[in-house]
Nanobody
Framework: QVQLVESGGGLVQAGGSLRLSCAAS????????MGWYRQAPGEQRELVAS???????NYADSVKGRCTISRDNAKNTVYLQMNSLKPEDTAVYYC??????????WGQGTQVTVAS
């Protein structure tokens, strides 16, 4: 089992920045990838960014150039730095951990609201 705790959401003006954190605990050595997803009201949950245990990184086209995913292995924490935020970035952001072959673990979510 893997437990994930997110923090860092909040209300920000358009053009502002936020950094989300996700602290992992439990069977963290078994994690193959971690990522951030988001879900806006009435929308499906979508991938924002991911990072594999080997360091490969993937971003959604909508956030490329504005967001950076990183990890601190010593702290078992993954970060999502979000810059130049737009109102359409408003959503609940969820931390995800993936373990082969098909296990997904989720945090409780943190609200990000971008005011225009």
């Amino acid at each position: 089992q893997v437990q994930l705790v997110e923090s860092g959401g909040g209300l920000v003006q358009a053009g502002g920045s936020l950094r989300l954190s996700c602290a992992a605990s439990g069977s963290i050595n078994s994690i193959n990838a971690m990522g951030w997803y988001r879900q806006a009201p009435g929308e499906q949950r979508e991938l924002v960014a991911s990072i594999t245990s080997g360091g490969s990184i993937n971003y959604a086209d909508s956030v490329k150039g504005r967001c950076t995913i990183s990890r601190d292995n010593a702290k078992n924490t993954v970060y999502l730095q979000m810059n130049s935020l737009k109102p359409e970035d408003t959503a609940v952001y969820y931390c995800n951990a993936f373990r082969l072959p098909f296990f997904n673990y989720w945090g409780q979510g943190t609200q990000v609201t971008v005011a225009s």
